[in-house]
């Protein structure tokens, strides 16, 4: 079974960073799934906010999140990561990583149920 753990999560004021992380374990190579960071708010649904996906390494992002969040992962690393820059209050919730993409059709990264493995999540939170 695969097991995810994440890091990097924590308290900053609005215009802050916070680079979170997460670490791939009990597979050889994780290179061939595809990964991606998603993020669920208290009273509200899980939502998807990046993902690579492994046919090609492409990059995906929410709208909400294009041009200040970047997603990255070392090939040969088993490691995902998230860069979060210009923080907003409305990004305050617990992330997620997820691993292993099991439906390819257009737009389905963004959906949880077509993930397979997931961490335990961290919690970010962004005051004004």
């Known amino acids: 079974q695969v097991q995810l753990v994440e890091s990097g999560g924590g308290s900053v004021q609005a215009g802050g960073s916070l680079r979170l992380s997460c670490v791939v374990s009990r597979i050889t190579n994780s290179d061939s799934m595809s990964m991606a960071w998603f993020r669920q708010a208290p009273g509200e649904e899980r939502e998807g906010v990046a993902a690579?996906?492994?046919?090609?390494?492409?990059?995906y992002y929410a709208d909400s999140v294009k041009g200040r969040f970047t997603i990255a992962r070392d090939k040969g690393k088993n490691m995902l990561s998230l860069q979060m820059n210009s923080l907003k209050p409305e990004d305050t919730a617990m992330y997620y990583c997820?691993?292993?993409?099991?439906?390819?059709?257009?737009?389905?990264?963004?959906?949880?149920?077509?993930?397979?493995?997931w961490g335990q999540g961290t919690q970010v939170t962004v005051s004004s």
């Open positions: 997820a691993a292993l993409l099991t439906d390819y059709s257009s737009g389905s990264w963004y959906i949880p149920d077509n993930w397979r493995y």
């Open positions: 690579i996906v492994a046919s090609d390494w492409s990059t």
